[in-house]
């Protein structure tokens, strides 16, 4: 017997009953539907993540923080001046498998423009080394980003965020803002450079559309979007250096000022005091990028020794790896498509049992035709594969229609999801649940095929 | 060897701890081109006999051998495919299937024998003219009279061309005139060189054929020529 003809068959048998047949779909659409959409957003959590994550730097990224020493080194630790750019030094010197080294110190300060209308905000400075812009995966939009002689130099030099610029030097080109004077607290700074505008594809596209954003939320572009860089001598010698009070001090102030300085190595000569001073300082944030991801753990190793000599045995810091955070993230992921993909197959199950129980319905109503069927010459296993293909059908409908619902179950979950974990179709999460439904239609026809299959077509023939 | 050959053929149907022989011992052989009329009273186990013969059961004892297949411990497989192959059948209550319409229902024993598409309408076709049903073909059968229901029924018992065409009361539903017009069919049917197994328990309609076996309590009480 031809499987076209089986087909046939069974799309006439569910035409001749269509309202019990779509109510026995009604559960693989509930299924299908429910795990596509799970999948959807799970997938869009990742992609958002992922591009939050790309943002922010890769997995070469090691953050390297402050902890408390472990209490056995408690007597001790105050030997360790804590985390220095002392060590920054040290790493870019002597750690061959680490690529960048980027220490920052921050200050919060007035920001505003020189003879300008803009806006005028605290916001955070950062003082960086050039391998900031890397470390922090930023693109200039116009001018350069600082270089190493800008901090050589301690220079009076700043490159903005874009949104700072634009807030700044409203209704003016970002191009025309480089040159221009920019006050942080009471000190003149030139810009010498604009930031590209960070944004995610979906705001994007959102910005495109025309609509606004109906509500703030965090966003992780906002911070580089928001950020003011100046170099880091120039922050130390302008904020640091000196008493709060004095934020206008000259960089060039020789006087070694000892409250920055309260740890200060015994073994570093009088005349390297000045440069002794910024080196002592504590940093608010050390990130290196590894040089090869091959190699991420002998250089962790690498680093550790390094941070060893510098803190004198003092174990006061930690390396925060976005392998962690990506290992963190992921596992929240899988969890939540656990669960969904949970549901989704209980109630796929649930489907399936349906489908069984009009199948069974179905084959004591059909009994006569099958025994007129066997008299012709139908073997059990022709009788069989009709019921399971009925089975399979009814399923493969129902998974059809289930993708339907979904497409606009996703659309519905698109409108009120945060804009960067918008969900996103996934087309194996749609093959994954159409199997899945295929599956459960020949399960549940298994039974009521065997069923009809077995049945002895002379009471099958003369069965009312 | 005959084309229908019982040998020794018991059939016991238990019901709880009773033993009942619907057939005791059959002894029976039917020739090529034979047109033979069972007859016996109900409960004689004439169906039963005519369900061995029709290959829907195999017998509890004894040997069968149907257009050369042995068929004693035949399997539903086996069974299903002589029925497709070298057998039709014409019931008492048509046994058309009442979704398809009467060109589906002629080609049904075709589908299973595995004939593919064209040939299998083109064949379909052309029995449904032999029967008188050419104006009918996309017609179901509650919409045709019992007369007509039982030409279907003997189309789709001839589709598959045949050796032995089995007839079970074909003219208990309907009325006399229509149940002669059918017999009639029966004769040429045999004329043409068919064998004919008719089950019935109306000595009349048994008179018409050339060979009766009469049987009772799952016995062959006689044999005779009409």
Same mark, same amino acid.
């Given at each position: 017997?031809?499987?076209?003809?089986?087909?046939?068959?069974?799309?006439?048998?569910?035409?001749?009953?269509?309202?019990?047949?779509?109510?026995?779909?009604?559960?693989?659409?509930?299924?299908? +539907?429910?795990?596509?959409?799970?999948?959807?957003?799970?997938?869009?959590?990742?992609?958002?993540?992922?591009?939050?994550?790309?943002?922010?730097?890769?997995?070469?990224?090691?953050?390297?923080?402050?902890?408390?020493?472990?209490?056995?080194?408690?007597?001790?630790?105050?030997?360790?001046?804590?985390?220095?750019?002392?060590?920054?030094?040290?790493?870019?010197?002597?750690?061959?498998?680490?690529?960048?080294?980027?220490?920052?110190?921050?200050?919060?300060?007035?920001?505003?423009?020189?003879?300008?209308?803009?806006?005028?905000?605290?916001?955070?400075?950062?003082?960086?080394?050039?391998?900031?812009?890397? !470390?922090?995966?930023?693109?200039?939009?116009?001018?350069?980003?600082?270089? =190493?002689?800008?901090?050589?130099?301690?220079?009076?030099?700043?490159?903005?965020?874009?949104?700072?610029?634009?807030?700044?030097?409203?209704?003016?080109?970002?191009?025309?803002?480089?040159?221009?004077?920019?006050?942080? $607290?009471?000190?003149?700074?030139?810009?010498?450079?604009?930031?590209?505008?960070?944004?995610?594809?979906?705001?994007?596209?959102?910005?495109?559309?025309?609509?606004?954003?109906?509500?703030?939320?965090?966003?992780?572009?906002?911070?580089?979007?928001?950020?003011?860089?100046?170099?880091?001598?120039?922050?130390?010698?302008?904020?640091?250096?000196?008493?709060?009070?004095?934020?206008?001090?000259?960089?060039?102030? +020789?006087?070694?000022?000892? +409250?920055?300085? @309260?740890?200060?190595?015994?073994?570093?000569?009088?005349?390297?005091?000045?440069?002794?001073?910024?080196?002592?300082?504590?940093?608010?944030?050390?990130?290196?990028?590894?040089?090869?991801?091959?190699?991420?753990?002998?250089?962790?190793?690498?680093?550790?020794?390094?941070? =060893?000599?510098?803190?004198? $045995?003092?174990?006061?810091?930690?390396?925060?790896?976005?392998?962690?955070?990506?290992?963190?993230?992921?596992?929240?992921?899988?969890?939540?498509?656990? +669960?969904?993909?949970?549901?989704?197959?209980?109630?796929?199950?649930?489907?399936?049992?349906? !489908?069984?129980?009009?199948?069974?319905?179905?084959?004591?109503?059909?009994?006569?035709?099958?025994?007129?069927?066997?008299?012709?010459?139908?073997? @059990?296993?022709?009788?069989?594969?009709?019921?399971?293909?009925?089975?399979?059908?009814?399923?493969?409908?129902?998974?059809?229609?289930?993708?339907?619902?979904?497409?606009?179950?996703?659309?519905?979950?698109?409108?009120?999801?945060?804009?960067?974990?918008?969900?996103?179709?996934?087309?194996?999460?749609?093959?994954?649940?159409?199997?899945?439904?295929?599956?459960?239609?020949?399960?549940?026809?298994?039974?009521?095929?065997?069923?009809?299959?077995?049945?002895? @077509? !002379?009471?099958?023939?003369?069965?009312? | 060897?005959?084309?229908?050959?019982? &040998?020794?053929?018991?059939?016991?149907?238990?019901?709880?701890?009773?033993?009942?022989?619907?057939?005791? *011992?059959?002894?029976?052989?039917?020739?090529?081109?034979?047109?033979?009329?069972?007859?016996?009273?109900?409960?004689?186990?004439?169906?039963?006999?005519?369900?061995?013969?029709?290959?829907?059961?195999?017998?509890?004892?004894?040997?069968?051998?149907?257009?050369?297949?042995?068929?004693?411990?035949?399997? *539903? #497989?086996?069974?299903?495919?002589?029925?497709? *192959?070298?057998?039709?059948?014409?019931?008492?209550?048509?046994?058309?299937?009442?979704?398809?319409?009467?060109?589906?229902?002629?080609?049904?024993?075709?589908?299973?024998?595995?004939?593919?598409?064209? *040939?299998?309408? &083109?064949?379909?076709?052309?029995?449904?003219? &032999?029967?008188?049903?050419?104006?009918?073909?996309?017609?179901?059968?509650?919409?045709?009279?019992?007369?007509?229901?039982?030409?279907? %029924?003997?189309?789709?018992?001839?589709?598959?061309?045949?050796?032995?065409?089995?007839? #079970? &009361?074909?003219?208990?539903?309907?009325?006399?005139?229509?149940?002669?017009?059918?017999?009639?069919?029966? #004769?040429?049917?045999?004329?043409?060189?068919?064998?004919?197994?008719?089950?019935?328990?109306?000595?009349?309609? %048994?008179?018409?054929?050339?060979?009766?076996?009469?049987?009772?309590?799952?016995?062959?009480?006689?044999?005779?020529?009409?």
């Amino acid at each position: 017997m031809s499987l076209l003809f089986v087909f046939q068959i069974g799309i006439r048998e569910i035409a001749a009953h269509k309202f019990r047949s779509v109510l026995s779909m009604l559960g693989i659409v509930l299924g299908v +539907s429910s795990l596509i959409a799970t999948m959807a957003l799970t997938r869009g959590i990742e992609e958002g993540t992922r591009t939050f994550m790309q943002q922010l730097g890769g997995l070469e990224l090691v953050t390297i923080a402050e902890k408390n020493p472990s209490s056995l080194k408690m007597d001790f630790a105050n030997l360790s001046s804590g985390l220095t750019l002392r060590d920054a030094k040290v790493i870019r010197e002597s750690a061959s498998l680490i690529s960048h080294v980027s220490p920052e110190i921050l200050i919060r300060s007035l920001v505003s423009s020189f003879g300008s209308s803009g806006t005028r905000e605290r916001r955070t400075i950062q003082g960086i080394y050039p391998d900031h812009f890397v !470390i922090r995966i930023h693109q200039i939009g116009a001018g350069r980003f600082l270089s =190493d002689l800008d901090v050589q130099r301690g220079s009076r030099c700043v490159v903005l965020g874009n949104t700072v610029a634009t807030q700044l030097w409203p209704d003016v080109s970002i191009e025309s803002i480089i040159g221009k004077t920019v006050l942080i $607290g009471t000190s003149p700074f030139e810009v010498v450079g604009v930031l590209d505008f960070y944004q995610s594809e979906e705001q994007a596209r959102v910005r495109r559309s025309g609509k606004t954003s109906m509500r703030w939320k965090w966003d992780p572009f906002r911070v580089k979007n928001e950020a003011v860089l100046i170099p880091f001598t120039t922050l130390f010698h302008e904020f640091r250096s000196g008493s709060s009070s004095s934020s206008d001090e000259k960089p060039d102030a +020789s006087k070694p000022n000892a +409250s920055t300085v @309260p740890k200060k190595s015994d073994a570093t000569p009088e005349s390297n005091k000045r440069n002794d001073s910024i080196d002592s300082i504590k940093l608010d944030a050390l990130i290196v990028r590894v040089r090869d991801l091959d190699y991420f753990h002998p250089a962790l190793d690498q680093l550790r020794k390094l941070l =060893d000599i510098t803190h004198r $045995g003092v174990d006061d810091f930690d390396f925060e790896t976005r392998e962690d955070w990506f290992d963190r993230v992921e596992s929240s992921v899988r969890a939540a498509r656990l +669960s969904g993909g949970l549901i989704s197959a209980i109630s796929l199950v649930v489907g399936g049992i349906g !489908i069984m129980n009009i199948m069974l319905a179905s084959i004591s109503e059909r009994v006569r035709e099958i025994g007129i069927r066997m008299a012709v010459g139908a073997r @059990p296993r022709d009788i069989f594969l009709q019921i399971i293909i009925e089975g399979m059908l009814i399923s493969l409908i129902g998974a059809f229609l289930g993708i339907a619902a979904s497409l606009g179950l996703i659309e519905i979950l698109k409108l009120i999801s945060p804009t960067e974990n918008v969900p996103v179709l996934s087309w194996d999460g749609v093959l994954f649940s159409v199997v899945f439904a295929l599956l459960a239609g020949l399960l549940s026809g298994i039974y009521p095929g065997l069923k009809a299959a077995r049945l002895d @077509p !002379i009471s099958a023939l003369r069965y009312e | 060897m005959s084309l229908i050959h019982l &040998e020794s053929v018991s059939k016991i149907y238990r019901v709880g701890d009773q033993e009942i022989r619907a057939l005791d *011992q059959i002894n029976l052989r039917i020739e090529e081109g034979e047109f033979v009329a069972i007859i016996g009273p109900s409960g004689s186990g004439k169906s039963t006999l005519m369900h061995l013969l029709g290959c829907l059961d195999t017998p509890s004892s004894g040997r069968m051998v149907i257009c050369g297949n042995e068929l004693t411990r035949a399997t *539903q #497989d086996q069974l299903a495919h002589v029925r497709n *192959q070298e057998i039709g059948f014409v019931f008492q209550a048509f046994n058309l299937l009442a979704k398809l319409d009467v060109i589906s229902n002629i080609e049904l024993p075709l589908i299973y024998g595995g004939v593919p598409s064209a *040939q299998r309408r &083109e064949r379909a076709r052309k029995v449904a003219f &032999e029967v008188g049903l050419g104006d009918r073909l996309s017609n179901r059968p509650p919409q045709l009279s019992g007369g007509q229901c039982q030409r279907v %029924a003997i189309a789709r018992a001839l589709v598959n061309n045949p050796r032995i065409i089995f007839a #079970d &009361e074909p003219t208990g539903n309907l009325d006399s005139a229509t149940g002669l017009a059918i017999l009639g069919m029966f #004769d040429e049917l045999n004329a043409s060189g068919k064998t004919i197994v008719l089950v019935t328990h109306d000595p009349a309609i %048994a008179a018409r054929s050339r060979r009766v076996i009469e049987i009772r309590d799952g016995h062959i009480v006689r044999e005779y020529k009409p």
